[in-house]
């Protein structure tokens, strides 16, 4: 079955750059029709969508964070990552990798797998 695991620094000094890495096993990053995903939740506040990339190597991204988001795939080590530029304290959350599949074809989509989640903590 599917797993996704996130790996990285779990602190990161202010004006870096968040770097963080899902590696995704029992499936293949490029299996039609699905989109890989980073998903993050601040301390007291919800989950917030950052984008994703999808089976085809297209990303999506945010609007809020769309400046400072990069994400990109090693498709030889069936890998996503997510890099986030400029970081400040409020980027500090717990941050998760996920699978987005379609389930009706054309407009919906669900979330059927994650990781456990990595807390990245933004700090001087």
């Known amino acids: 079955q599917v797993q996704l695991q996130e790996s990285g620094p779990g602190l990161v000094k202010p004006s870096q750059t968040l770097s963080l890495t899902c590696t995704v096993s029992?499936?293949?990053?490029?299996?039609?029709?699905?989109?890989w995903t980073w998903i993050r939740q601040p301390p007291g506040k919800g989950l917030e969508w950052i984008g994703h990339?999808?089976?085809?190597?297209?990303?999506y991204y945010s609007p809020s964070l769309k400046s400072r988001t990069s994400i990109s795939r090693d498709t030889s080590r069936n890998q996503f990552t997510l890099q986030l530029n400029s970081v400040t304290p409020e980027d500090t959350a717990v941050y998760y990798c996920?699978?987005?599949?379609?389930?009706?074809?054309?407009?919906?989509?669900?979330?059927?797998?994650w990781g456990q989640g990595t807390q990245v903590t933004v700090s001087s």
């Open positions: 996920a699978r987005d599949v379609p389930l009706d074809g054309t407009f919906v989509r669900a979330y059927d797998y």
């Open positions: 029992g499936g293949s990053i490029t299996t039609n029709y699905y989109y």
């Open positions: 990339i999808a089976y085809t190597g297209r990303t």
